[in-house]
């Protein structure tokens, strides 16, 4: 049983950068491909990027995001990150961390067994 743990979020200006943890325990990251994915207010979530545990660690971004947000993992820390620059207001969410046995459809919710319990970002002048 894999426990990830969110941190990083808060309240930012529109054009700065944050940067999103998420820490396991109970497992490693290095055996699981690992993804981000948000919810906005009234929206259903979505994905937003994607580490493979193959494919030398392919990764994958939602359009929205490409050029942007960066997804990076450190095993030895058994820690995932996501790098957020010039954000918008419409990236405001909260942010999921989730992690998969899997490494394809990993844009899928479905793909993922394991889920941390969000960090919330704001976007906001």
């Known amino acids: 049983q894999v426990q990830l743990v969110e941190s990083g979020g808060g309240l930012v200006q529109p054009g700065d950068s944050l940067r999103l943890s998420c820490a396991a325990s109970?497992?490693?990251?290095?055996?699981?491909?690992m993804g981000w994915f948000r919810q906005a207010p009234g929206k259903e979530r979505e994905f937003v990027a994607s580490?493979?545990?193959?494919?030398?660690?392919?990764?994958d971004y939602a359009d929205s995001v490409k050029g942007r947000f960066t997804i990076s993992r450190d095993n030895a820390k058994n820690t995932v990150y996501l790098q957020m620059n010039s954000l918008k207001p419409e990236d405001t969410a909260v942010y999921y961390c989730?992690?998969?046995?899997?490494?394809?459809?990993?844009?899928?919710?479905?793909?993922?067994?394991?889920w941390g319990q969000g960090t919330q970002v704001t976007v906001s002048s």
């Open positions: 580490t493979a545990i193959k494919w030398s660690g392919f990764t």
């Open positions: 109970g497992g490693t990251i290095s055996t699981h491909s």
């Open positions: 989730a992690a998969s046995r899997y490494d394809s459809g990993l844009y899928r919710e479905g793909r993922y067994e394991y």
